[in-house]
Structure formats: structure tokens, C-alpha cells
């Protein structure tokens, strides 16, 4: 099958947006066992979206058109789909129907501009978008099926996976089994992971892929087969191949997050926890509480930025900064202590590092970090250097490893992973 996209807007043409919708519908296909062949940019000029929705359409057997389906003079793809099979557009009641139930539910009044989203050819059968004012629809031009699709990326995706994913496997019989399963990594670079699992025997119904996305890197494990009881048991072996390669560098599986899984593990066991963050700024604390239910476990927060800020919020002795700096093992400890003394917590967490661009020496050049992990009987400290790969990265490598640590912990191992990071000092554990 031929499945092309045409991403639409002057906006996207120019770069001034970035098409993320056109990259993740392309991975979205793919786990459906379905390959995009081409992707077109077209800006909001009618000679221009008419050329080419004519020309793909003696092309392709499916397009996804996504953009130009909002309320504004510039959003002109259902005109210039109505102008391409000869049609005039109409008003679809349905469609005014279901904009003034929203609008009524939400105690606003419907705006005149809005009804405009309910001018479509009268050929086309409407896609229900329930997130959206913006309905999507569907019409046959020459050889193809046309999916117009709204811009708005939450809108898109659930208007793919609910209804036009569905809809192309019902109308072109595709009953083949697709599966995916998503392990996720962290502390091993792509390549190196990469010549871990290149002498995986894979069957003919299961590939794998890679994604890198800092801090983590996915692997991908896809599969497509007529027999899907055959094909969990082939993706079961493949996993477990994987897991025994990676072994604890396998930090979750599936479409949770390092956050969700120390969240569970944390109040399944009735643990609480504080942070002492300089380097990290807030960082790890904003990663807990974006999962619903952190506060269950999640005590407080402290940003230690300054010396004074460590020394007056959670009581590291000003003699440990005199005498080792900042950025060392020893106040990392004693940061950690000091948070989870003060907030009374099971655990606590302490980061403090040089993030750079400056403030660097030869002995603790950019990059250098040192960690702590407080539980109830003992206290973890490590000391790592990342390169100096800039601010922001070595800021969020700094959070993962912290989280890490804490998971692996939780999870009964050795706190102290096996990074592609350089260790700067003995770890230890008093």
C-alpha cells in the first residue's frame, strides 16, 4: 500500500514550526505494519494545496492530510478539497450539532468563526474528533482516500489511533497482528547497545528499532504476523534475549516512566522522600510531581543553589564546603542527610555538580557531579563526570542518574549502575 502525508501551513513550510506530527504518524504507521512511501510540505496557497492534492492522488492509495482545518481565512483545506472534486461546501448539521454541544458543556457561547469548521465537500464522511472543534473527514479523490487531519498534535494523534488507523485496516483487509513493546535504557550509548544485540536471532515476524531521546534510549520491539499467539511467543524470546544483554541498564518497560516506576515502589513500601538539588535546579522535583499521585510519597523539595542555601536549609557544616568544595562526595553526603533530617523522610536524594558553561577547574572540570542516596540505615555517594555536552544535558543526565540510583535501590540492586560516564571517585556506601 502507498500511504503518503501532506503537512500543510505556511508556518511548517518555513520552519518556524517543527512538523513533529508528520514524524510521529510515520512511527505510528510503521508499529501497524503500514510505511509511509512520501511526505509533502505545502503552504496555505489554494493553487499550491490544489496541485497537490491532485498530483498525490493519481500517486498514492492513502494520504493523511494534516493541517488547515481550523476556524481562520487562512485554514483552506476543506475548500480546496471541495474545489478538487468539483463540489461546493455545505454546512453539515452533525457537525454544527456537536460544536454547540461543546461550547454549551464548556458555559461558552458558540463563536460565528467556528461554524466554518462545519463547511465540508458533501461527499465526505466525517471523522469524529472529541477533543477538538475541528472535525476531521474523508473523501475519495482519483485513486486515493484523503484523511484530513487537525494540526493541534493531541487532536491528530487521537484522531490517528482511534479512528483512521482502524479505518485503513478495515477498508483495505489487513488482518495481520501488530505488536509492539517498548524497554527502555539508560547509561549505555546507541552504539554500544546496539553491538549488545546485533547476534539476537530475530524470526522474520520481529524487527527491533531504536530511539535515542536524552536521557534514555527505547528499543523498539515490532512485530507483524497473521497468528498472534505465535507471535507473543517469538516477542517473548526476543525480550528476553534483550534483558539478558542489558541486564539493570533496562530501567522500565513499556509506556510508563522512571518517575512512574520509582512512584509505585516508593509507596508500595510505605517510603517517603525529600531532595537536596543545586546543579539539578528543581529539575527532579518537576519530573515526580508531573505523574498524578506523587504526593503520596513526595515530601519536599530543596534547591540548595549557594553554599549559604546548603549550609542554612539542610544543615551542611560549612567546614565540608571549605574544606572539599561544593561539588564533592562529602557534601553530597551531608546534603543528603541533612534533607531527609530536616523532612523527616524514609529517602532522600542530593545532587550538586558543575553544569558549566564556566566554573570548571582542572581538578572538577564541567560536567563533574557528585550524588548522594539517603535511605533509612545507610547513605550512597558516587562521583561521575559526563562531557561537557552543555549545560541543559549535563543538567539532565545529572536528574536521571540521581532517579536511577534510587530505583535500582528500591529494586534491590547495587545503586551504583555502570554509566558511560567517567567516575571521577570511589563510590561508598556508609
Known amino acids: 500500500m502507498k500511504i503518503e502525508i501532506i503537512s500543510t501551513g505556511e508556518e511548517v513550510l518555513s520552519g518556524q514550526i517543527t512538523d513533529t506530527n508528520s514524524s510521529w504518524v510515520c512511527q505510528l504507521l510503521e508499529e501497524h505494519g503500514l510505511q509511509v512511501s512520501r511526505r509533502s510540505t505545502v503552504g496555505d496557497r489554494r493553487e499550491d494545496l490544489l496541485a497537490v492534492f491532485q498530483e498525490r492522488s ?12 481550523g476556524p481562520t481565512v487562512d485554514d483552506l483545506s476543506a475548500e480546496i478539497a471541495a474545489q478538487a472534486l468539483g463540489e461546493s461546501l455545505v454546512r453539515r ?70 479512528e483512521i488507523i482502524p479505518d485503513i485496516k478495515k477498508r483495505f483487509h489487513i488482518e495481520t497482528v501488530c505488536r509492539l513493546r517498548r524497554l527502555h535504557c539508560f547509561g549505555i550509548a546507541e552504539s554500544r547497545l546496539d553491538g549488545l544485540l546485533r547476534d539476537i536471532s530475530l524470526p522474520d515476524t520481529v524487527k527491533l528499532g531504536f530511539r535515542a531521546h536524552l536521557p534514555t534510549i527505547e528499543i523498539k520491539i515490532m512485530g507483524l504476523s497473521k497468528s498472534e499467539e505465535t507471535l507473543t511467543v517469538e516477542m517473548d524470546r ?25 512512584q509505585d515502589a516508593m509507596i508500595a513500601r ?15 522535583a518537576e519530573q515526580l510531581v508531573h505523574v498524578a499521585g506523587s504526593s503520596a510519597y513526595f515530601e519536599r523539595g530543596f534547591v540548595t543553589y549557594s553554599n549559604e542555601a546548603k549550609i542554612e536549609s539542610i544543615g551542611v557544616p560549612p567546614e565540608l564546603i571549605e574544606r572539599h568544595g561544593a561539588v564533592s562526595a562529602e557534601v553530597a553526603e551531608a546534603m543528603a542527610r541533612g534533607a531527609q533530617k530536616t523532612a523527616g ?22 560536567g563533574t557531579v557528585a550524588f548522594g542516596l539517603a535511605t533509612p540505615d545507610k547513605v550512597h555517594v558516587q562521583m561521575l563526570r559526563a562531557p561537557n555536552w552543555g549545560r541543559t544535558r549535563i543538567r539532565t ?18 545503586p551504583f549502575g555502570h554509566y558511560d560516564l567517567t567516575r571521577t571517585v570511589s563510590t561508598k556506601t556508609v
Open 397 to 414: 543526565i545529572s536528574a536521571a542518574v540521581a532517579l536511577d540510583m534510587l530505583r535500582r535501590d528500591l529494586q534491590g540492586l547495587d
Open 93 to 162: 448539521r452533525e457537525w454544527v450539532e456537536r460544536l454547540e454541544e461543546m461550547f454549551e458543556k464548556s458555559g461558552r457561547k458558540l463563536n460565528p468563526e467556528n461554524l466554518k469548521q462545519a463547511m465540508l465537500p458533501p461527499s465526505a464522511e466525517i471523522i469524529d474528533n472529541p477533543v477538538g472543534t475541528a472535525c476531521g473527514f474523508m473523501i475519495q479523490l482519483n485513486d486515493a482516500l484523503l484523511y484530513f487531519t487537525p494540526g493541534v498534535p493531541y487532536e491528530f494523534k487521537r484522531m490517528m489511533t482511534h
Open 345 to 366: 523522610v524514609s529517602h532522600a536524594l542530593s545532587v550538586t555538580g558543575v553544569a558549566g558553561p564556566e566554573g570548571g577547574s582542572e581538578e572538577k572540570p564541567v
Open 270 to 284: 510505605n517510603h517517603t522522600l525529600a531532595l537536596a538539588e543545586s546543579c539539578t535546579g528543581g529539575m527532579i
Open 58 to 69: 493519481q500517486k498514492a492509495e492513502v494520504i493523511i492530510v494534516n493541517g488547515g482545518l
Open 238 to 262: 526476543v525480550a528476553d534475549a534483550i534483558r539478558e544483554r542489558v541486564a539493570d541498564r533496562m530501567i522500565y518497560e513499556g509506556d510508563g516512566s522512571l518517575q512512574q516506576e520509582i
